[in-house]
């Protein structure tokens, strides 16, 4: 669900709960005030206003944690891709190819993770050619012939490089698909709406609670709306940056390959 649809069906749900509990409360007799009657559904309505806040905490605490695992996973790729670099580079002139299979698979790499989810066959290629690219890059990683005992220490060490790439891969657009579940979305919206309701019953009609109500019914939207759009860290106006990644392959396209001499 679009994070600005589920904070919208949020307000809009609650305002439409309070306006309806204004009506029934206008509709009431005045024993409505009765001290029993406001005790006993303030009981009910405590309880549903902590449920409701703990579980809105959770999501929002959750979500914090998964944007936040989002950043460091494109952190550490990051990293492995300008090792891994470092490590072509090192092996010399044979290897200088691979630097080319590998910026092709940087460039995927931010095709197929920063989308913008509206156009799932753009962002399936993305994800074909992404990779195609790390298996083609890995093959040639295995088809490199080491002359020396210090090419072949470079060698074991970019396989091991390859192997995360691949865990890499997998982290970060898992990350990227994980979405937060819309049954929570919509518990916390009911629960809400009902204290809503409640309150409409009993309250005044007068500007400064409507007001009031009316903000506190924004900062729920928002919160929802931050539940919803840091569970997809790589869409929307919030989300991790691919900054680290693309400064990256700025790094490796000013630094050329020696020529590239035949093997054997």
């Not at 010399?92 to 698979?105: E, F, I, S, V």
Request: aromatic share 8%; hydrophobic share 50%; net charge positive.
């Amino acid at each position: 669900m679009n994070a600005w649809v589920a904070s919208a069906v949020a307000f809009v749900t609650m305002a439409v709960a309070m306006a309806a509990g204004m009506a029934i409360g206008s509709r009431l007799s005045e024993t409505r005030y009765e001290d029993g009657s406001v005790k006993n559904l303030r009981t009910s309505v405590a309880i549903i206003a902590t449920m409701s806040s703990l579980l809105l905490g959770l999501m929002v605490n959750s979500a914090r944690y998964n944007f936040s695992d989002a950043y460091s996973d494109v952190q550490k790729y990051a990293a492995v891709l300008q090792i891994t670099d470092l490590n072509l580079l090192s092996f010399g002139a044979p290897a200088c190819p691979l630097r080319g299979d590998l910026q092709a698979y940087a460039r995927q790499l931010v095709a197929e993770t920063w989308t913008s989810g509206d156009d799932e066959a753009s962002s399936g290629a993305a994800q074909v050619s992404a990779l195609a690219a790390l298996l083609k890059f890995d093959t040639g990683i295995r088809n490199l012939k080491p002359g020396t005992s210090d090419q072949q220490d470079v060698r074991s060490t970019l396989l091991g490089l390859s192997r995360q790439l691949v865990e890499y891969r997998w982290k970060v657009t898992g990350v990227a698909r994980t979405a937060t579940p819309v049954t929570f979305i919509f518990v916390v919206i009911c629960w809400f709406a009902l204290i809503f309701l409640y309150s409409g019953v009993f309250a005044p009609r007068n500007a400064l609670v409507l007001t009031g109500h009316a903000l506190g019914m924004v900062g729920i939207s928002a919160a929802i709306f931050l539940v919803m759009e840091m569970g997809q860290p790589f869409t929307g106006p919030i989300k991790v940056s691919p900054a680290p990644v693309e400064r990256l392959l700025l790094r490796m396209q000013a630094q050329p390959c020696p020529v590239v001499t035949p093997q054997g």
